[in-house]
T-cell receptor, first 117, second 113 residues
Framework: GDSVTQMEGPVTLSEEAFLTINCTYT??????LFWYVQYPGEGLQLLLK?????DKGSNKGFEATYRKETTSFHLEKGSVQVSDSAVYFC????????????????FGTGTLLAVQP | GAGVSQSPRYKVAKRGQDVALRCDPI?????LFWYQQALGQGPEFLTY????????KSGLPSDRFFAERPEGSVSTLKIQRTQQEDSAVYLC???????????FGEGSWLTVV
């Protein structure tokens, strides 16, 4: 079945360091891909998404490119801040004709990012 | 408020007790989802509504779990005869219509003792 694998955490970085969180997926067809973020004490928030191969999603300085050939959607940021400390989830949504419920999300296990001043 | 609202935020239940978790989606949102998030794991899909119709309940782990959305707005997730393995955060999410971005509530934390 469809699945998402992301790098285990915690990832600990100093402020202004470069961030990469790896995410790979297994899916039938062409899923949509997402990164969600969960700040301490808050609900899941959509960070960025990409709906087709070679699309780049971006938001708040974060970027991820949909790579069909490597089935990857790695999250990157050039210079992290303390306020970026959170848990990051990679997720996919199967295309409607494969996955049943539209927008049904399949999540990875999450990666905790801790940014130190 | 403008977001998805869930209640109670925290619930401690004795094993065998029935619980009901409520979700108030964003007004006018057609799609509504329930997810279960165990400690240290990503959310896992439970069930999906489009208006009042439950179109997918393939993720419900057993017949002790039941969800409804009778008027196409508020939804309730009911767990009968709770077990320790039901301890998790239950997340509700809504979307303006099928295929659009969904918005999550803060979750209901259930602990079964």
């Amino acid at each position: 079945g469809d699945s998402v694998t992301q790098m285990e955490g915690p990832v600990t970085l100093s402020e202004e360091a470069f961030l990469t969180i790896n995410c790979t997926y297994t899916a039938t067809g062409y899923p949509s891909l997402f990164w969600y973020v969960q700040y301490p004490g808050e609900g899941l928030q959509l960070l960025l998404k990409a709906t087709k191969a070679d699309d780049k999603g971006s938001n708040k300085g974060f970027e991820a490119t949909y790579r069909k050939e490597t089935t990857s959607f790695h999250l990157e940021k050039g210079s992290v801040q303390v306020s970026d400390s959170a848990v990051y989830f990679c997720a996919l949504s199967p295309p409607p004709n494969y996955g049943g419920a539209t927008n049904k999300l399949i999540f990875g296990t999450g990666t905790l990012l801790a940014v130190q001043p | 408020g403008a977001g998805v609202s869930q209640s109670p935020r925290y619930k401690v239940a004795k094993r065998g007790q029935d619980v009901a978790l409520r979700c108030d989606p964003i007004s006018g949102h057609v799609s509504l989802f329930w997810y279960q998030q165990a400690l240290g794991q990503g959310p896992e899909f439970l069930t999906y509504f489009q208006n009042e119709a439950q179109l997918d309940k393939s993720g419900l782990p057993s017949d002790r779990f039941f969800a409804e959305r009778p008027e196409g707005s508020v939804s309730t997730l009911k767990i009968q005869r709770t077990q320790q393995e039901d301890s998790a955060v239950y997340l509700c999410a809504s979307g303006i219509r099928a295929g659009n971005t969904i918005y999550f509530g803060e979750g209901s934390w259930l602990t079964v003792v």
